[in-house]
T-cell receptor
């Protein structure tokens, strides 16, 4: 079975540019999560969806960050404008076990903002 | 609010030696408990989980963990470490209520395996 698929795997951009990260969850999973991982702050939950509806976006750092889930098989995380402090690895994860069940993670998108 | 503490930031063990990674949690009731492993450049992968029942749970790759309610701990163990076990390990705790917010992850323990 295909796991969680994220793209791009690596993104290098300049400050001020728009960045869009993409995620395809595992088919049949009704929860989708976006995490950010940095050395300083560890693993942070940014937002999660249930049945394509955002449930908790309290972890989204600023208005520059937005996430959408237009259908059950696709989600995007957008940063506009990007800043160097947004450099991190962004993970998408999906689950069928509620907001606190077992998570299946993608391989991540490593973002570098120059 | 729930919290997770992994007291050891970095552990080094020799190949073939036994391993124990510590995890302590804070939660008002019995939570869901998880251990994940992250190899370099990869996402997190579930090693094992505790939901209910037997407090000693078996996972993949020969790992096991024991839930001790009295100590609020969920330590991960492996009797004989292999070089391929070198990775970062995360303990996580989640509430037992649907849409009860987020799982909380510990800061991780990096395991180095000496030949």
């Amino acid at each position: 079975d295909a796991g969680v698929i994220q793209s791009p795997r690596h993104e290098v951009t300049e400050m001020g540019q728009e960045v869009t990260l993409r995620c395809k969850p595992i088919s049949g999973h009704d929860y989708l999560f976006w995490y950010r991982q940095t050395m300083m702050r560890g693993l942070e939950l940014l937002i999660y969806f249930n049945n394509n509806v955002p449930i908790d976006d309290s972890g989204m750092p600023e208005d520059r960050f937005s996430a959408k889930m237009p259908n059950a098989s696709f989600s995007t995380l957008k940063i506009q404008p990007s800043e160097p402090r947004d450099s991190a690895v962004y993970f998408c994860a999906s689950s069928t076990q509620g907001s606190t069940g077992e998570l299946f993670f993608g391989e991540g998108s490593r973002l570098t903002v120059l | 609010a729930q919290s997770v503490t992994q007291p050891d930031i970095h552990i080094t063990v020799s190949e073939g030696a036994s391993l124990e990674l510590r995890c302590n949690y804070s939660y008002g009731a019995t939570p869901y408990l998880f251990w994940y492993v992250q190899s370099p450049g990869q996402g997190l992968q579930l090693l094992l989980k505790y939901f209910s029942g037997d407090t000693l749970v078996q996972g993949i790759k020969g790992f096991e963990a024991e839930f001790k309610r009295s100590q609020s701990s969920f330590n991960l163990r492996k009797p004989s470490v292999h070089w391929s076990d070198a990775a970062e390990y995360f303990c996580a705790v989640g509430a037992r209520v649907t849409n009860a917010g987020k799982s909380t992850f510990g800061d991780g323990t990096t395991l180095t395996v000496k030949p």
